[in-house]
Antibody
Framework: QVQLQQWGAGLLKPSETLSLTCVVY????????WTWIRQPPGKGLEWIGE???????NYNPSLKSRVTISVDTSKNQFSLNLNSVTATDTAVYYC??????????????WGQGTMVTVSS | QSVLTQPPSASGTPGQTVTISCSGS????????VYWYQQLPGTVPQLLIY???QRPSGVPDRFSGSKSGASASLAISGLRSEDEADYYC???????????FGGGTQLTVL
């Protein structure tokens, strides 16, 4: 049974850096795109970016200048850093298992979500 | 402004069929599979439809997906109160080299 468990700071001040980590328990770590998605309060889902087990990344163009996603395959973990946060970055942040191709079922597994609030 | 366009709300009475649309473009829906997610109140989104028309095991056959050109639809037949949720479509966008979501549709069962 695959499980994703995430953690990180929930309250930040403007201009600080958001840092979240997600660990994957069970299943294979390779062959997937490990993904971060966020959801502002009362709003829809926004894809932030993804990383493969080999470290290849893709980012949402609207966030690319501020986002870094990294992976530690020895621990089956991946992390999100989002710098220079503002109030508009307030959201629930989810880690998820992504995939592509004919057989893929992207975002079939999700972390529990972390509410991140940016406030002075 | 989402890349994929969904109606913000939909409603129906128990037993009815409701359809939720998802409109995109040649760089996303027209050239890639569409996926649908159900987010029950206060919970994590769950995969409902993959490869535009397929249901994961455990998803009732009341849920069905279709795609034509640059648009896709999710149909829910035999509507039940537990179907009240937010529904999101998603697909890969070749121009953006990233995933895009619809803005979400809030389904109300009257």
């Amino acid at each position: 049974q695959v499980q994703l468990q995430q953690w990180g700071a929930g309250l930040l001040k403007p201009s600080e850096t958001l840092s979240l980590t997600c660990v994957v328990y069970g299943g294979s770590f390779s062959g997937y795109y490990w993904t971060w998605i966020r959801q502002p309060p009362g709003k829809g889902l926004e894809w932030i970016g993804e990383i493969s087990h080999s470290g290849s990344t893709n980012y949402n163009p609207s966030l690319k200048s501020r986002v870094t996603i990294s992976v530690d395959t020895s621990k089956n973990q991946f992390s999100l850093n989002l710098n220079s946060v503002t109030a508009t970055d307030t959201a629930v942040y989810y880690c998820a298992r992504g995939s592509r191709g004919f057989w893929s079922r992207p975002f079939d597994m999700w972390g529990q979500g972390t509410m991140v609030t940016v406030s002075s | 402004q989402s890349v994929l366009t969904q109606p913000p709300s939909a409603s129906g009475t128990p037993g009815q069929t409701v359809t939720i649309s998802c409109s995109g473009s040649s760089s996303n829906i027209e050239s890639n599979y569409v996926y649908w997610y159900q987010q029950l109140p206060g919970t994590v989104p769950q995969l409902l439809i993959y490869r535009s028309t397929q249901r994961p095991s455990g998803v009732p056959d009341r849920f069905s997906g279709s795609k034509s050109g640059a648009s896709a639809s999710l149909a829910i037949s035999g509507l039940r109160s537990e179907d009240e949720a937010d529904y999101y479509c998603a697909t890969w966008d070749d121009s953006l080299s990233g995933w895009v979501f619809g803005g979400g549709t809030q389904l109300t069962v009257l």
